[in-house]
């Protein structure tokens, strides 16, 4: 077994920021010069709140890779690497991501990502011409299997519905046991839609059936809790109350590449959102359950976090987090399920494969993160680049800061987003950017000691509360395309650059790293 050796340089730790996007100002960068030994094989060193660097190597006798991790703390941040052992000039690239995150026509994946990030204003606001003294509770309807309803699909930014479908209820469950109470869980199909009875059948069971820890609903709420209580219309009287209700609508969505989404309108009375359904709903595309049964279950436990999410920071705590950590969350919820709903998951490995897979892996999440590693975590553009790029920071913390149970201190904490991080992981957001970064680079490697680790040879295991989870190893340098490797790029703060020295270094090497506002910087032998 193979052991990293973990030299940390800590230069100018005075102030140290850990907004991870906030102001710098506290923070001294300073131009360094200085002399650093990497003669052990992994071995790796990591220098923080440096700008432009002029760096000695000794990497001694036996032949070695060299790699760099530049971490950008401010945005716009022209940053470059030199080495003497280049054998070409170095060609900048400069990232534009209008080119892979812009999209000027409207969709409607656009305007649900409006309407959730903006969903937090809509909450407590008093409308006295319709305010009520008291919250009234919904009544509970049971809903019969056959039963008929209008749903509206798509609103305009006046929260007007703008089109309407007719759905069944062709599958429904009454007072379901679980350790949120009993649940009902109603399947509506959009009329005039053909879908196979096995397809609607699994879809009913693996979200909710009789017994415990056996479907997505327990395995996410017992990490997450649960997903709407009747204290939603005692905080905002706007709110809809609780029946104890889960609804799942698949219709069409046409060419939309959707494959299902959570929309909290619906969790608003329509009274104050007309295009409300006033129910507590996802919603899935026919046409993947018909031809994918396995990447919807993965859909729903990807937008049940969503939907609990909304209720417990944003209506119970009167938070707003960022979109790019919302979708961490969830990106980090399929990844830990993805064994217990029998799926390949982000990694695209067969869910009993514990091990890192084998080389030219096209599929998942991770060949986009790996074309496009220099987008900034804290950042969020909509591109499958960037859903990438947060499922591969979630799977970073999932093995290396305790998974089940950290995804539970995440939800329930009372702090905005880069404030939960540094509260759970103890290092501010631009270092554990930076070590995520360095992980990426030794994923190649097994054994690998500290807060370093994706790849142990087989699955690492998380427990928390009723539920065990197991979470595959990951090696990005077994996917096609592997990590972008480069010497020179525009970053935005909280963003990597990933650079290869070269391979079967010995000797003395120099390395001039320009970084004109500041960064930190590691570097990797292996």
């Not at 990005?476 to 525009?490: D, W």
Request: hydrophobic share 35%; net charge negative.
């Amino acid at each position: 077994m193979k052991h990293l050796t973990l030299i940390t340089v800590a230069l100018f730790l005075i102030g140290c920021g850990g907004s991870g996007g906030s102001s710098q100002e506290s923070t001294n960068f300073d131009p360094i010069e200085a002399s650093y030994s990497l003669t052990e094989k992994n071995s790796l060193i990591t220098i923080k709140n440096s700008k432009d660097a002029t760096l000695h190597i000794d990497l001694g006798a036996s032949p070695k890779s060299l790699y760099v991790v530049t971490t950008s703390h401010f945005n716009n941040q022209e940053v470059s690497i030199n080495s003497s052992s280049a054998s070409a000039a170095i060609q900048r690239e400069l990232r534009d991501s209008s080119k892979s995150d812009s999209n000027s026509k409207e969709t409607l994946a656009s305007r649900i990502l409006a309407f959730n990030e903006s969903s937090f204003k809509l909450l407590r606001i008093k409308d006295h011409s319709q305010e009520e003294d008291f919250p009234q509770s919904r009544e509970t309807i049971a809903i019969s299997k056959g039963a008929s309803e209008s749903f509206c699909v798509d609103m305009d930014s006046s929260y007007n519905c703008t089109r309407r479908i007719n759905a069944t209820a062709v599958r429904v469950k009454n007072s379901v046991a679980t350790t949120q109470g009993d649940k009902n869980l109603v399947i509506w199909l959009e009329n005039g839609i053909s879908i196979k009875s096995s397809a609607l059948n699994n879809l009913s069971d693996i979200f909710l059936k009789s017994g415990l820890d056996n479907d997505i609903y327990d395995w996410v709420t017992n990490i997450f809790s649960k997903e709407w209580g009747e204290d939603a219309e005692s905080v905002d009287s706007h709110l809809i109350g609780d029946d104890a209700t889960i609804n799942i609508l698949v219709y069409n969505m046409y060419s939309s590449g959707m494959a299902g989404f959570f929309w909290p309108k619906d969790n608003f009375k329509t009274s104050y959102i007309a295009a409300s359904n006033e129910k507590i709903m996802f919603y899935v595309s026919a046409q993947l359950l018909n031809s994918d049964e396995k990447e919807t279950f993965t859909t729903l436990d990807h937008e049940f976090q969503h939907m609990i999410h909304f209720y417990q920071r944003a209506v119970l705590k009167d938070l707003h987090d960022d979109t790019w950590f919302n979708e961490l969350m969830s990106e980090a919820t399929e990844d830990i399920l993805a064994t217990k709903i029998g799926y390949k998951g982000p990694r695209n490995v067969d869910p009993n494969d514990g091990s890192a897979g084998t080389s030219n892996n096209k599929k998942g999440r991770y060949p986009s993160f790996n074309a496009h590693n220099t987008l900034a975590l804290t950042e969020w553009g909509g591109s499958v680049a960037h859903y990438g790029k947060v499922s591969a920071f979630g799977a970073y913390l999932n093995r290396n800061y305790g998974a089940a149970s950290l995804l539970h201190k995440m939800m329930m904490s009372s702090k905005p987003a880069n404030e939960v991080l540094k509260e759970l992981t103890g290092v501010d957001t631009h270092t554990l950017v930076n070590q995520w970064g360095s992980a990426v680079i030794l994923s190649d490697q097994t054994g690998v000691d500290g807060k370093l680790q994706f790849n142990k040879g087989g699955f690492f295991t998380s427990s928390y509360g009723t539920s065990s989870y197991q979470l595959g190893s990951i090696n990005f340098f077994n996917y096609n395309p592997k990590p972008k490797l480069q010497n020179s790029a525009t970053l935005n703060d909280n963003a990597n650059l990933y650079s290869k020295i070269g391979d079967n270094l010995t000797g003395e090497i120099d390395l001039t790293i320009h970084a004109d506002k500041g960064v930190t910087i590691t570097l990797i032998a292996k």
